[in-house]
Nanobody
Framework: QVQLVESGGGLVQAGGSLRLSCEVS????????IGWYRQAPGQQRDLVAR???????SYGESAEDRFTISRDSAENTIYLQMNSLRPEDTGVYYC?????????WGQGTPVTVSS
């Protein structure tokens, strides 16, 4: 059973930084893509950043130039470095992966950015 476990969320002031981690029970390059999604209260879950099976990255519009997605050399963990955080970045951040049309999700880690 695929397991994704997020960590690193918390409370931070606007302009600050956080680094999220997602530990995966399988090598991340076995998924067509794996990445981070944010869900704000009352909103849908939106893409923040993801990595494709061959290492290509893509970012949601709000994450461009501020966030960086990466994975470790053992390829069992992905990270999201978030800089210059804004109050609108507040939400629950989920690690999600997809393989052959099946989606896998972690439990999420909350991020709150105070103004």
């Amino acid at each position: 059973q695929v397991q994704l476990v997020e960590s690193g969320g918390g409370l931070v002031q606007a302009g600050g930084s956080l680094r999220l981690s997602c530990e995966v029970s399988e090598r991340t390059n076995t998924f067509h893509h794996i990445g981070w999604y944010r869900q704000a209260p009352g909103q849908q879950r939106d893409l923040v950043a993801r990595i494709g099976i061959f290492g290509g990255t893509s970012y949601g519009e709000s994450a461009e130039d501020r966030f960086t997605i990466s994975r470790d050399s053992a390829e069992n963990t992905i990270y999201l470095q978030m800089n210059s955080l804004r109050p609108e970045d507040t939400g629950v951040y989920y690690c999600g992966a997809e393989r052959f049309g099946i989606a896998y999700w972690g439990q999420g880690t909350p991020v709150t950015v105070s103004s």
